[in-house]
């Protein structure tokens, strides 16, 4: 079973739902440390002015406070503020209507953390994008350790033997380890086609709401890599002696 982990991100880029669409169990690492300043609590939009952020504001009491208890701040006008944002720029788009009131009546309701915010917002895209992967939460599997070894503890209580990870993690998964488990490791490919996008040049790296309200049915035509996923071969290390 391929499974896949990643921290919930507010109304994601059309990537994370490839990712999420190309493993059997996609699994929501929220049990983690909230980092300021990130993907948890905003994403962008495309304007005739260029990117604009659509931003959650949240209460950030501790660097210790973790991804799912951290609480959205209600206090500022931020769910208005969206709407307006996203009215202003895609209202003209083929299929604004299509998916805007259905959005707007998510967003309408106070959720107490950002965590189940973005969760029901991705659900949402997914049933928009045809896309009916299981999901689960890494709190359901008590995991245990941490980085590389954290992941491993969850993946084997998943019953896992192929991991699909960001290409990003390159950079710091001690990838000997997964060997050790006896599961593949596959990094995610992120490579697609343009599509049919209002002001001017294409602009990759927006919600996935420029995508439904862009493309509306034919979204899927646009959600798929055009290149493969990697896998990670693991090189042994051959001493020869002299």
């Known amino acids: 079973m391929r499974v896949g982990i990643i921290q919930s991100n507010y109304i994601p880029w059309r990537g994370y739902f490839d990712f999420i669409d190309d493993v059997d169990l996609f699994i929501f690492h929220d049990d983690l440390q909230y980092t300021k300043g990130d993907w948890r609590n905003r994403n962008k939009i495309k304007t005739p002015n260029g990117l604009c952020w659509l931003t959650v504001p949240v209460k950030y009491d501790k660097t210790s406070q973790l991804i799912e208890q951290t ?5 500022q006008r931020w769910q208005q503020k969206h ?15 299509l998916y805007a009131d259905e959005f707007f009546n998510i967003i309408k309701q106070n959720y107490e953390t950002i965590s189940e915010l973005n969760i029901s917002l991705i659900k949402w895209s997914m ?4 896309i009916d992967t299981p999901l689960r939460m890494s709190s359901e599997f ?3 350790g941490s980085k590389t070894d954290r992941l491993i503890d969850i993946l084997k209580k998943a019953d896992a033997d192929i991991y699909l990870s960001g290409p990003t993690a390159k950079d710091y998964l001690e990838t000997q380890k997964f060997s050790a488990a006896e599961i593949q490791l596959e990094y995610k490919s992120y ?12 602009e990759p790296a927006v919600t996935v709401l420029d995508l439904l309200f862009n493309c509306g049915e034919y979204s899927q035509e646009y959600l798929k890599s055009l290149r493969e996923n990697e896998k990670h071969i693991e090189r042994l290390k051959i001493h020869v002696n002299c």
């Open 71 to 75: 609480r959205i701040d209600y206090s």
């Open 83 to 97: 709407i307006n944002q996203i009215y202003t720029n895609y209202h003209n788009a083929p299929f604004y209507r």
């Open 127 to 130: 049933s928009k994008l045809s």
């Open 142 to 144: 008590s995991p245990a």
């Open 191 to 202: 490579q697609y086609h343009d599509y049919p996008q209002l002001w001017g040049t294409f």
